[in-house]
Nanobody, 119 residues
Framework: QVRLVESGGGLVQAGESLSLSCAASGGTFSSDFMGWFRQVPGKEREYVASGRWSSGETFYAESVKGRFTISIDNAGNTVILRMNSLKLEDTAIYYC????????????WGQGTQVTVSS
């Protein structure tokens, strides 16, 4: 059974950095797009970033481009999101996703980790 476990969320001040990590198990993800989405209560889940271990490709939402970096390691079983220059609007629950199909849909989801950016 596929399992995605996120870690690394927390409370930071605006301008600071934070890293999220996702450990995937129960499947083979080396050729799949893995990544992160985020959601604020009352709003739709939003695509953040994705990548594929086999090709080295990475993609980012415009809102985080230049500030966030995604890395896919361990043949796709580890997904890290390095977030720099955090803004108040980055506050959300961040979800790890495996086998991302579109900017809204993935086959598997983690339980989510809270990131709060304060002023």
């Amino acid at each position: 059974q596929v399992r995605l476990v996120e870690s690394g969320g927390g409370l930071v001040q605006a301008g600071e950095s934070l890293s999220l990590s996702c450990a995937a198990s129960g499947g083979t993800f080396s050729s799949d797009f893995m990544g992160w989405f985020r959601q604020v209560p009352g709003k739709e889940r939003e695509y953040v970033a994705s990548g594929r271990w086999s090709s080295g490709e990475t993609f980012y939402a415009e809102s985080v481009k230049g500030r966030f970096t995604i890395s896919i390691d361990n043949a796709g079983n580890t997904v890290i999101l390095r977030m720099n220059s955090l803004k108040l609007e980055d506050t959300a629950i961040y979800y790890c996703a495996a086998r991302i199909r579109t900017d809204k849909f993935a086959d598997y989801w983690g339980q989510g980790t809270q990131v709060t950016v304060s002023s």
